[in-house]
């Protein structure tokens, strides 16, 4: 009788990840259809469950190319415009990449399917546990920091790229610091409606600028917010 619902059990865990990866596999083959996203970027976001990286309450809304709730009143990017930032990042691998807003590290999930060292800042603490619990238990190695992404890492940098998946009202010039020469910044510029932006430094002091459309991000706000503090306001 055991041996029955341990077989039931099998069959409904094995079932629930098939379900999953068909899904998965049918929107990101949707993207590749209706856009130019590169191959490496399309089979990446395939081997990344996102489900894993929603609450309980909207695993079912996984594959739904939409943002959706994560922790601390943020939001995990839609679908596609991972696959779009991501993209628009296109690096060798090995390239060194330093995301601004971890959230529950999907995206950083991603970045290390490609093959990039990731360093990745969150400003929310109870995010920052979020993600890393996120990333180990998925055998990801991205080095996750709790801190204010307008300051960057210098102690790692340069970086051959960074991707900042939050609105910044304008360009981050401490980040484009710390960007190597030749490296590339992909990030939404703007305060209500930003503007995407592939910032290329061609030189110490002269950047390349190409626009890539309007898109809405949650604001890049500056300074950190401590989980102390939060459950002390609940
Ligand atoms: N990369 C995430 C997107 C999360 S939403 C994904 O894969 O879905 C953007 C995140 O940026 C939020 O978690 C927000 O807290 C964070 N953020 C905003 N301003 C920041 C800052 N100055 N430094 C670091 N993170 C910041």
């Not at 990840?17 to 399309?42: E, G, L, P």
């Not at 089979?43 to 739904?64: C, D, G, I, T």
């Amino acid at each position: 009788m055991i041996l029955f619902y341990q077989f039931i059990y099998y069959i409904c865990v094995m079932t629930e990840s098939t379900r999953h990866i068909k899904r998965r596999h049918r929107i990101m083959d949707q993207i590749a259809k209706r856009t130019n996203i590169d191959d490496r970027v399309i089979e990446a976001m395939k081997r990344v469950p996102r489900q894993l990286f929603v609450s309980a309450k909207y695993e079912h809304m996984a594959y739904n190319d939409r943002p959706l709730p994560i922790a601390a009143g943020q939001t995990i990017s839609q679908i596609y415009t991972v696959a779009m930032q991501t993209n628009l990042l296109k690096l060798q691998e090995g390239a060194s990449v330093l995301e601004i807003g971890t959230g529950c590290g999907y995206q950083t999930a991603v970045l290390c399917e490609l093959g990039y060292r990731v360093y990745s800042i969150e400003r929310h603490e109870e995010l920052y546990h979020i993600a890393q619990k996120n990333i180990n238990s998925l055998g990801y190695s991205a080095l996750l920091v709790y801190g204010d992404g307008f300051e960057g890492l210098p102690q790692y940098a340069p970086f051959d790229g960074v991707l900042i998946t939050c609105g910044a009202p304008q360009i981050p010039e401490e980040l484009i610091k710390q960007l190597a020469v030749n490296g590339k910044m992909v990030a939404p510029i703007g305060q209500d409606v930003q503007e995407m932006m592939v910032i290329q430094k061609i030189s110490e002091h002269k950047n390349k600028i190409t626009k890539e459309g309007a898109y809405k991000f949650v604001p890049m706000l500056s300074g950190t917010v401590n989980k102390a503090s939060v459950d002390q306001n609940i």
